[in-house]
């Protein structure tokens, strides 16, 4: 488990750095925003169901992780960012399954209630990405494009249903991995978009 | 009070599902921003007091609440784009008044300095549509425009200062919303505004 | 210490009050970004080491200090807006190193790792500026010019060094502090920038 959530931080982290690269900021801010989008998720998480200090504030290794990650993707820029995009998308759509799980069963674990356990687990997988827009200024992508927050809301609601069912948690936390990737892989390769009013 | 709250909740989270059409989101941008609106205020007082889980997430009722209204707001886009502005400006004027009063209330009830909770009822007030400002990437409006915020902390002031001089909790409340609502449909009759610099 | 700690927080009001003037906001505005600059950093570090209420939510004297400082720097923007670039560089780093070393040290006391600590010193120096460019809507100039956030870093890590190699408090926060301003000042003075990606 453990093992787990430290290689989603990992990839996570690398988004980030890539992300933080291709805006032209230095060395800082690849770092930091690394360590955003791979631990501001699971920050805001833990500040709002009142886990503080938060984890990765808590535990070391997450920090070090993150930030050791975006220093290793500045000084392999060149190999970075030539990674192709569907094995990117792969790896994030993983990351994705995996925070929201565990977010969510983190947040069910607290005394949450179980519908917004689930947000909580959104908030983990997307809260990364989101603060990571929003430090760089531009509207979060997943407030605009295809169902990459959908998915990750899927994933915890079948996790919560899951275990509310009576579902053991190895088996309820596979199926809810399964939800979420298969849902942003397909919404990914067939183009799927949520509704949208043109005013 | 209960009842209020929850009226509050419903009119900001229909002002924020109205600005995220205007600002081009998806069904699910609608929501958040309907979600952040009507609750980021509150969810920002409460993790400055130390009110931890803050309310909206302790109590499911407040987020399904705004969903809902941010779904409903989506799906009757043509009647909810055509309310008349004075409409909105009366309804936004109850909300502000109501969450800037509840919010300096409930700092106080935390133990909160007098001055410090007028400011946490201020940002009970402003805090959704300021951090809907910030996820769309425009300085917030309250910084820029009208007597917003002052009216919200005159709402405050006047609550907590006439409980301090010891008016009941039931008539310092009606001044309160008789001083915001007073002050903010005055400037926007008679487009009032702060001063500025020029440089 | 806490005369210190007020005088850091004036400085960064008025350098705060400064920059919203530049922004064109009104009197609102200034006010509030005087206090986001002075106290955002703080506040964030609070948040997140679990010292709720945060220090500035506490005690009325920081807000009041902050608000005022931003009024008098409105009222006088003839004169403010005339200090000279280099008196308002070496306050603002006097600040930075003095809010970097109390809030490093201040993380520490709170039972948080070495590694983290360091980091909370810096958010402390430079989150109050953050978030201030989050809420102008721009990237955040710390991401991308010269070594602020690193003098921080330095002054946080000389200090929890220091203080583990069981130099006495006093002679570690001066050595972090030198550390700090020289790193600063150097690198101001020879226009030094961290490493950078063209892509």
Redesign the interface.
């Known amino acids: 488990m453990l093992l787990a959530d430290l290689a989603g931080t990992a990839v996570f982290a690398i988004e980030g750095a890539v992300s ?11 770092m ?2 690394a360590f955003i989008v791979a631990l501001g998720g699971g ?1 805001t998480r833990d ?4 886990a ?3 984890n990765a ?2 535990d ?1 290794r997450y ?2 992780l993150a930030f050791a990650m975006g220093l290793l993707a ?1 000084v392999f ?1 060149t190999q970075v ?1 030539n990674l192709s995009e569907s094995l990117l998308t792969l790896l994030d759509t993983a990351g994705l399954a995996l925070f929201a799980i565990a977010g969510a069963q983190k947040a069910l674990n ?1 005394g ?5 356990s689930m ?2 687990g959104t908030i983990t997988g997307v809260g990364g990405g ?1 603060i990571r827009d ?7 992508m ?4 295809d169902l990459y ?2 998915s990750a809301f899927s994933g915890a609601a079948v996790l919560i249903i899951a275990r509310r069912l009576g579902v053991p948690p190895v088996t309820a936390a596979l199926l809810a991995a399964a939800a979420c990737i298969a849902l942003r892989l397909a919404s990914v390769t067939w183009g799927w ?7």
């Open positions: 933080a690269m291709r805006a032209g900021l230095d060395l800082l801010g690849v930091v925003i920050v500040l709002l169901i009142g503080t200090p938060p504030i808590r070391w920090p070090v500045f820029h960012l607290f949450i209630s179980p519908f917004v947000l909580m989101v929003i430090v760089l200024a531009r509207i979060p997943v407030l605009q494009a927050a959908s978009q949520l509704p949208r009013i043109t005013v």
